[in-house]
């Protein structure tokens, strides 16, 4: 009995690399198209900011400023010690240190609680 050697084919491997290729040219120019959102929309998405709908007096818009910078800090706090990168306690720390900066912040601008007014 004869038996007939059967020589393996490139065909897939030349049609998978192709397929590689393409792909990873997509994803290259996925980067490349990433890459060039500007400063301003990254600075945006990094440290979003609400527009203020309260008294427009500048210790109120500052203050203002103050206050979602606080609460964006706050979130990478909160986030870091979800993923277990900082301890509860130094999260604590962190986040009360924080908000005494934001009550100073508060006293050197003069603003007084609405209720306290009059």
């Known amino acids: 009995m004869k038996f007939s050697v059967v020589k393996p084919s490139n065909r897939g491997k030349v049609n998978r690399c192709k397929l590689a290729k393409t792909k990873i040219a997509k994803l290259d120019k996925l980067v490349k198209d990433t890459d060039m959102v500007n400063e301003k929309d990254k600075e945006a998405f990094l440290y979003p900011h609400s527009s203020y709908h309260g008294k427009s007096k500048p210790e109120n818009l500052v203050f203002n400023a103050n206050l979602q910078e606080f609460a964006q800090k706050v979130t990478y706090i909160c986030n870091l010690e979800t993923a277990g990168q ?33």
């Open 86 to 118: 900082i301890s509860t306690t130094e999260a604590y720390q962190q986040i009360k240190s924080l908000w005494k900066q934001l009550e100073r912040s508060k006293e050197q601008l003069g603003i007084i609680d609405e209720d306290q007014e009059g």
